[in-house]
């Protein structure tokens, strides 16, 4: 069972405010992904971290949406202007190495009314 | 863009019997295809996996197939049991040093009911 940690379940925004959520990887996992699933099951890669640096990330995430991985701290992934589109549920995964199985925590639910 | 496609978007079987969810995928460079379940409000659970160097792979009751040349793979449930039912997603990934970081693209999910 994965013991990849994500908080807040379920977050509620208006229109244009920020949106935070966290992660806690699995203990010795330095690679760290966020993904977007929305209503329909579609899934968006946003971006992923090996340790504290950035591998790839998506356009998407390069404008409104920001992420970091600090040493010793929870992964963070931010919204800084939400929009109704932005209401999915945000899956953050950790891997031993980027070639091995990603295992997912339980998600943020993000409503953005 | 590179595009995972999942055929069956509800089955349903008895219990007991085999399920089978299709998946097809277009880049070519896809080398790991791993399969998840998930149960309603929560995240999504590691299955099982296949890469590209077998074309087959079994891990008790699920089988893993890989065929390279039709970019087709596909997940077996044999013995099926209730609490099986879930909605199962397959995934398509380069790799690492495909260019992508090993993101996952996903189908779009095959919701399984397994009726006692």
């Known amino acids: 069972n994965s013991k990849v940690i994500q908080t807040p379940r379920y977050l509620v925004k208006g229109q244009g405010q920020k949106a935070k959520m966290r992660c806690i990887p699995e203990?010795?996992?330095?690679?760290v992904f966020w993904y977007q699933q929305n209503k329909n099951n579609e899934f968006k890669f946003l971006i992923n971290f090996q340790n504290q640096e950035v591998l790839q990330q998506i356009d998407m995430t390069e404008k409104r949406f920001s992420a970091e991985c600090p040493s010793n701290s929870p992964c963070s992934l931010e919204i800084q202007s939400s929009e109704a589109g932005d209401s999915a549920l945000y899956l953050c995964a950790s891997s031993l190495n980027s070639v091995y199985e990603q295992y997912f925590g339980p998600g943020t639910r993000l409503t953005v009314l | 863009g590179e595009k995972v496609e999942q055929h069956e978007s509800t089955l349903s079987v008895r219990e007991g019997d085999s399920a089978v969810i299709n998946c097809t995928y277009t880049?070519?460079?896809?080398?790991?295809f791993p399969w998840y379940k998930q149960e309603a409000g929560k995240g999504l659970h590691f299955v099982i996996d296949i890469r590209s160097n077998v074309d087959r792979k079994q891990s008790q009751r699920l089988i893993v197939l890989l065929d390279k040349k039709a970019k087709r793979f596909s997940l077996h449930i044999t013995a099926t049991q209730p609490e099986d039912s879930a909605i199962y997603f397959c995934?398509?990934?380069?790799?690492?040093?495909?260019?992508?970081?090993?993101?996952?693209?996903f189908g779009t999910g095959t919701l399984l009911s397994v009726k006692p």
């Open positions: 995934a398509a990934s380069t790799g690492f040093y495909g260019g992508s970081g090993n993101k996952l693209i």
């Open positions: 203990k010795g996992h330095p690679v």
């Open positions: 880049d070519t460079a896809s080398s790991y």
